[in-house]
């Protein structure tokens, strides 16, 4: 008698700082990745560049 051959599908996380990918022992959603421990992992890394701060007004008397 032959088996048959069963494909099982596992959610898995990947991290967006260190591209680790993972599956989690718990159905909770991770607090932080595993391998660079950043709590950071679901969000895509900004450059210097693209973040633009305001310039404080020097005030003239």
Same mark, same amino acid.
């Given at each position: 008698? +032959? $088996? =048959? !051959?069963?494909?099982?599908?596992?959610?898995?996380?990947? /991290?967006?700082?260190?591209?680790? &990918?993972?599956?989690?022992? $718990?159905? @909770? &959603?991770?607090?932080? /990745? %595993?391998? /660079? =421990?950043? +709590?950071?992992? @679901? &969000? %895509?890394?900004?450059?210097? !560049?693209?973040?633009?701060? +305001?310039?404080?007004? $020097? =005030?003239?008397?």
């Amino acid at each position: 008698m +032959a $088996k =048959k !051959q069963t494909t099982v599908q596992l959610p898995g996380y990947n /991290c967006l700082r260190c591209e680790h &990918r993972w599956i989690p022992r $718990k159905p @909770d &959603r991770p607090i932080r /990745c %595993p391998s /660079c =421990k950043s +709590a950071y992992w @679901d &969000r %895509p890394v900004t450059s210097p !560049q693209q973040v633009t701060r +305001a310039k404080p007004s $020097k =005030k003239e008397s």
